[in-house]
C-alpha cells in the first residue's frame, strides 16, 4: 500500500457574488462583481491534500473548456497529479454561490461532466487509485459510483473517507466501508433522520448512533466549534476550531477533508490528523474562495507549530 492520497469526485467553476442579504423567492438584488474561480468538492479536497503535504491524485471529469483548463491549473498548482482528470463532452461543473458578510454561503450546483464520473470510468483510471492508503469519497459524483469505489478500495485494504457531502442517501456498504464517515450537523441529522434542531445535544449520543449506521470512525463538523472525532473503541475527542473571524466559509470543510486525508496517509491518528484539519479549515476561512483560499504548506507548518 503507497503513502498516497486518491481522491474520486467533482470539479467546479465556482460562480461567486457576495450579497448583502439571500434575496427572498421572486426577488431581485444586488451584489458585487462576479468572481470565477476553482472549486468542487471532489477537487477542492484533492488541492488540500496537496497543501497539507499529501502525494494527491484525482479521478474526475471537467469540460474541454476554460472552466476545465482553470481546475487543471489549479489542481496542478496544489501539487495534485491530473493525468486521471479524464477531458469529456460536457461543461465543466458549475457552482452558483452567494456569501454573506458573515462569510456563510449558499450553493447551487450544476453538475455538468461530473454526471460523467461513472464506475466504467473510475474503472478505466484504476491505476491512480487501487493502492491508495486513502481513497476520498464525497458526494457530486453519481452515487453507484461512490458506492462502487467505496466497495471495492475498502476491499483491497485501502482506508476510505466518506464524505457524505452533499447528503444523500446512500448504500449501507458506503457507511460500512467509511473510515471516517465525516459530516457536518446537517448531514449528521440526515443521515440519522431527524431535523438538525433535533438532534442530540450530547455529542457522544450523535457519535453512538452514527456508528449504529455502521461507520468504522467517526468525524463531526462543527464549523466554529471545531470537530467530534471518535474511533469506536473510545470516547468521541473533541478537537478545538482555531478563533478566528471568517470572511467565507466556502470549501473550508472540503480544506479540512483534504488535510485530514493527508495526515492519514502520513500515519497520524485520527485526532491528530483532526487537528491538523481544524488549522487548515481555520487559515481557509480567512480568505475568500474555495481551493484559492488554501494555506500553503508553510503557512499551514507555521500554525502548527504554534
Ligand atoms: O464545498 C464547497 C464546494 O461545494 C464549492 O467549491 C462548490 O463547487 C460546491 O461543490
Redesign the pocket.
Known amino acids: 500500500m503507497s503513502g498516497a492520497v486518491a481522491v474520486i469526485g467533482?470539479a467546479?467553476a465556482?460562480l461567486v457574488v457576495e450579497v448583502e442579504r439571500r434575496p427572498l423567492g421572486g426577488e431581485t438584488i444586488l451584489g458585487s462583481d462576479l468572481v470565477t474561480s476553482p472549486?468542487?468538492?471532489g477537487a477542492?479536497q484533492a488541492a488540500a491534500a496537496g497543501r497539507a503535504g499529501g502525494e494527491v491524485t484525482f479521478v474526475g471529469c471537467v469540460g474541454a473548456d476554460a472552466s476545465g483548463d482553470l481546475l487543471v491549473d489549479s489542481l496542478t498548482r496544489a501539487g495534485v497529479a491530473t493525468d486521471a482528470l479524464r477531458r469529456v463532452d460536457a461543461p465543466t461543473g458549475n457552482?452558483l454561490?452567494v456569501v454573506t458578510p458573515d462569510g456563510e454561503n449558499s450553493?447551487i450546483?450544476s453538475p455538468g461532466a461530473n454526471a460523467h464520473v461513472t464506475p466504467a470510468l473510475v474503472d478505466d483510471a484504476a491505476d491512480a487509485w487501487r493502492g491508495a492508503a486513502v481513497v476520498v469519497l464525497q458526494l457530486?459524483i453519481p452515487l453507484e459510483t461512490v458506492r462502487h469505489v467505496a466497495v471495492a478500495a475498502s476491499g483491497a485494504g485501502s482506508r476510505v473517507m466518506v464524505n457524505l457531502?452533499p447528503a444523500a442517501s446512500v448504500p449501507a456498504e458506503v457507511i460500512a466501508a467509511a473510515d471516517p464517515l465525516v459530516v457536518n450537523e446537517s448531514e449528521a441529522a440526515f443521515l440519522l433522520g431527524v431535523e438538525p434542531d433535533a438532534l442530540p445535544a450530547d455529542p457522544g449520543a450523535v457519535v453512538r448512533a452514527l456508528f449504529g449506521l455502521g461507520a468504522r470512525s467517526v468525524v463531526v463538523t462543527l464549523g466554529a466549534a471545531g470537530a467530534w472525532v471518535a474511533e469506536e473503541s473510545r470516547d468521541a475527542v473533541h478537537v478545538p476550531a482555531l478563533k478566528v473571524t471568517p470572511v467565507d466559509t466556502?470549501?473550508a470543510?472540503?480544506g479540512f477533508v483534504g488535510a485530514m486525508a493527508a495526515r492519514l496517509a502520513a500515519g497520524d491518528s485520527l485526532v491528530a490528523a483532526a487537528r491538523v484539519a481544524t488549522r487548515f479549515a481555520g487559515l481557509a476561512v480567512q480568505r475568500r474562495g474555495?481551493q484559492d483560499s488554501y494555506p500553503s504548506p508553510g503557512e499551514l507548518a507555521g500554525e502548527a507549530a504554534d
Open positions: 467533482s467546479n465556482d472549486g468542487g468538492k477542492n457552482a454561490i450553493i450546483v457530486e457531502a466556502t470549501g470543510g472540503d474555495a
